[in-house]
Each structure stands twice: as C-alpha cells, then as structure tokens.
C-alpha cells in the first residue's frame, strides 16, 4: 500500500487525507497543535466555547459536495441554520439589518437608492453565472498550465467572467450609493484585497452571500472540523498530534523522510508521497533545503498578501438585546482603513471590525445567561508592535463603538477575554508574515500565478491551502485538499 503524510490538519489537509484514503492509500496526518483544524481550532474555557478562527459559513453546497464525495452528507455530521437576517451593518448614521429573503433585500436596496432594486436582479444574474462557472470549472482546476484551461465554456464565457475588470469599478457601474458600494465590496475586503485590485469575477462572493445565503452549523464552525476528523477515521486515516515536523530530507529530487518532534522523541516518516498542508513559505524556508526550494525570498517578500487580524474571544456574564449573530461595523473610513491594510501597511487609525455573537443563535457556546463575543479587525499582514498595550488600545476603541452602536454597557460584564494577533499567527501556525488568510485574490496571484501546488524540485511533495489554489477562505480549502489529491493520484 503506497504511503502519504500530511503535514497539518486544516481543512484542506483533512480533505486531502480523505480524498487520498479513499483512494486506498495508507495516510498519516502530523498535526502540531493537540487538535484538529490548523486555524478553525476551538477554544473552551469558563463554560465558554469559541471558534478560534472561521466563523462565516457559505458557499453551503461545496460542503455537501465535499461529503457527497464519500457516500455521505453534511447533515450526517452536523446541522445548519440559516441565519435571518443575514447580518447586520453599522453605518456612522444608521443599523441595516441585510434580510435573507431576496424580495424584501430588493426594497431595501431600493429605499436606499431608487432603481437599485432592479439593478441587483442584473448584477445578481451576472453573479450567478460567474459562481456557476467560476465553482464549477475555475476553481477545480490545479493552475498547472494554461492549458488547462482551454475550456469552451471557459473561453466564451471569458469576457462575461470579469476578469479583467476590477470590483469596485462593476460595483459602481450598478450602483451609486456608498452604502451600497461598500455591502457589495466587504466579502472581498476582509478576505483579500481592495475592491480596485480584485478582479470582478469574485462578485461570486455577493452571489454565495445573497442567494445561497449564511448559515451555521449548530454547536459551531468546530462541528465542521469533527466532522471532517469523523470521516477521515472511518476511511482509515491516522492522526498524529503534538507532532512538529522539523525537516523533509530529500535525496534524488524526493523527499525521502519526515523528521518530526512530539515532544523529547524524534519520530521519522517515510512516504512515498508528501503533502503539506503547513505554510507553504515556512514548508520551503524551513523544513527543506535551500536547493530544494521552488521559490526564492524575493518571489515571496512580492507576494501580496491577504490581511491578519487582531481577534479578541470575549465572554460576558450577562445577555445582550438586539444583536445579531454577524455585526460588520462601518462606522468608520472604509477607504482609510483599506489603505493602511494594503497600500500604506500600518496598525489601523479607526479600524473597521466585525462582531460574532454566536450565543444569539446556540445556547450551547455559553453559560446560561451569558453571552460569547467573538471581535475581529483586519489588519495588514507583516506588521511588527504586536504587543498586549497596543491589543489593549485597540479592544477599548471597538468596545466603546460597539457599546455606543448598540446602547449597551458591556465593558463591565466581561468575565473572559483573551486575545489573538500577528504574533500568535505566527507561533500557532507558522504563518507567513502573520497573515490570517493566505494571498490575496488579485488578478496576478490566480489561478497558475499563485505558488504552484506542486514543487518544481521535489516530484513527491504536494501543497494544499490558502498559499496555493484555489486561495483563501474555507470552501476553497475544502477544495484545494480534493484538487492536490488528484494530482497526486495521476502521478503516483
């Protein structure tokens, strides 16, 4: 039975362990952290239970696509709810509830700015075309050559797929309204990059929001990643935690053998076949040679890359009333803070951030009576000053907003907090730059200018996640892990 090792247990891991299983190889998985799940880890402390990092569930139809693959569905391993109201926006003047029925989001756009109703049916319609295409056939493809994608389909359908106009200018061709601009442009800003630099292709994103909707699996985003780990143990697969892989030794263009610490003991893998789902930059720059190498330091310090983030897991001994279980607020510049993300990168001046309160929706993830906060702002990716006072300064800024958005005092209702930066990134995850998110989905990082899931040096080593194809975000994990494993399957 051939062999494969997996290095880490995030998404795309966990699916690349699955998909190779079912193909009847002998799989290990080595997971540094003492669960699975690499960045949508879980946290429980107090009584409390948070997801550490994913925490928007859509594109619902790649997880049951995921778990058709093998006999099963979603609803084997967990429930979902569809959120109503999707979610809620601060503006400095106003809250605007975003409903999840189509009709009733139509008035609302049209109280907003007449005839802009009628103009989300056309930017919707053109959405729907670019998911279908775009899910279907771009991002199942493993950007190994332009050849790949000589596609009829494709090649009509090039022009109606945007990919040479960005989003902010599509977006404006629609719709005039700020407000309106800024609901349409934030998938791709928390995500990615600014909506002048994303190619508008990714109004694919306003279609999985608006169509298909948000929704949650009921106990949390962990139960995906149970989930994932049920499936890979009953197709055979073994996980190894609190392994940290050290090296890849390499002879003859292979990797030979992986090197790994659980704790005083060495242990040593030989696959035949290797996957990394660890950061690509720290796979190449620290667990292989340098000749081994696909890429040098200069090709990584061009990368652009998505933002990091400053996240803060609050729990309060008391319940909140009119919040939602998503709160995105723009009470502040947009654009300001969009630039200090990608353009001038710099701690935020008045950062936008984003609030989860998942104990609205499940009385499972708090103590009776009390309530879970979950705070993210996005902030540039390789920032140095991550230090607990600028944490600090930055938590008492977004308390004070939320508290006087929402008309509630709860600074003193705090009975947990812990918080969770570029620094933590980094040591958790070795991540690149601290970046939360992976690369930016610009139009020179898609597709076969992203780093190739396969290394040029190496015939038996693979990559899969968020630094390779198809890019950021947790259904495009779930499809990068089943991408690599068929390209390992042709090869091996």
């Given at each position: ?364 993830v708090a103590p009776q009576g009390h309530e879970n906060l979950f705070f993210l702002i996005p902030v540039a990716a390789g920032l140095q000053g991550d230090t607990e006072e600028l944490r600090d300064k930055y938590f008492d800024q977004i308390v004070k907003r939320f508290e006087e958005r929402t008309g509630q005092e709860i600074r003193s209702a705090i009975v947990y907090k812990r918080s969770y930066s570029v620094s933590d990134f980094v040591s958790d995850y070795n991540s690149f730059k601290g970046n939360a998110y992976g690369l930016a989905n610009t139009l020179m990082q898609t ?46």
């Amino acid at each position: 039975m051939k062999k494969v090792v997996v290095i880490g247990s995030g998404f795309a891991g966990m699916s690349a362990a699955c998909f190779m299983a079912k193909a009847g190889w002998e799989v290990t998985v080595l997971e540094k952290n003492e669960m699975p799940g690499g960045r949508a880890r879980k946290l429980e402390e107090g009584g409390f239970t948070f997801d550490m990092g994913p925490s928007w569930y859509w594109m619902p139809d790649v997880f049951e696509h995921f778990f058709n693959c093998f006999g099963k569905k979603v609803s084997d391993y967990y429930h979902l709810q569809r959120l109503d109201p999707s979610y809620r926006v601060y503006w400095d003047d106003k809250a605007m509830d975003i409903p999840a029925d189509y009709a009733t989001l139509k008035k609302l756009f049209e109280s907003i700015e007449p005839g802009s109703g009628t103009a989300l049916d056309k930017f919707l319609d053109e959405a729907a075309y670019k998911y279908q295409v775009g899910v279907n056939k771009l991002v199942y493809k493993p950007g190994q050559s332009l050849a790949e994608f000589a596609d009829t389909d494709l090649i009509k359908g090039v022009f109606k797929l945007d990919v040479f106009t960005s989003m902010k200018k599509h977006i404006s061709k629609y719709f005039k309204h700020p407000q309106l601009q800024q609901l349409l442009e934030f998938p791709v800003l928390f995500l990615g990059a600014l909506a002048a630099d994303t190619p508008a292709l990714y109004s694919l994103m306003n279609y999985a929001d608006i169509k298909l909707g948000t929704w949650y699996p009921e106990g949390g985003m962990y139960k995906i990643v149970n989930g994932m780990y049920s499936l890979a143990k009953e197709l055979g697969v073994q996980f190894h935690f609190n392994h940290t892989v050290s090296s890849i030794q390499t002879s003859n263009a292979a990797a030979k053998k992986i090197i790994a610490q659980n704790g005083m003991e060495t242990v040593v893998f030989e696959p035949d076949v290797v996957i990394s789902n660890a950061d690509y930059h720290f796979t190449e720059t620290k667990l292989l040679a340098p000749n081994d190498r696909s890429y040098s330091d200069a090709y990584w310090n061009k990368r652009v890359m998505a933002p990091s983030s400053i996240l803060y897991y609050v729990g309060l001994n008391k319940k909140l009333e009119n919040v939602l279980h998503h709160s995105l607020f723009f009470d502040t510049s947009f654009e300001v803070h969009g630039n200090e993300i990608y353009k001038t990168p710099q701690w935020p001046s008045e950062p936008l951030f984003y609030v989860s309160v998942t104990s609205v929706s499940d009385d499972t993830v708090a103590p009776q009576g009390h309530e879970n906060l979950f705070f993210l702002i996005p902030v540039a990716a390789g920032l140095q000053g991550d230090t607990e006072e600028l944490r600090d300064k930055y938590f008492d800024q977004i308390v004070k907003r939320f508290e006087e958005r929402t008309g509630q005092e709860i600074r003193s209702a705090i009975v947990y907090k812990r918080s969770y930066s570029v620094s933590d990134f980094v040591s958790d995850y070795n991540s690149f730059k601290g970046n939360a998110y992976g690369l930016a989905n610009t139009l020179m990082q898609t597709a076969i200018l992203k780093p190739s899931l396969r290394s040029k040096k190496l015939n038996n080593l693979f990559y899969t996640g968020q630094l390779t194809v198809p890019g950021p975000g947790v259904p495009p994990s779930l499809i990068s892990g089943e991408v690599v494993a068929k390209e390992v399957l042709k090869s091996f």
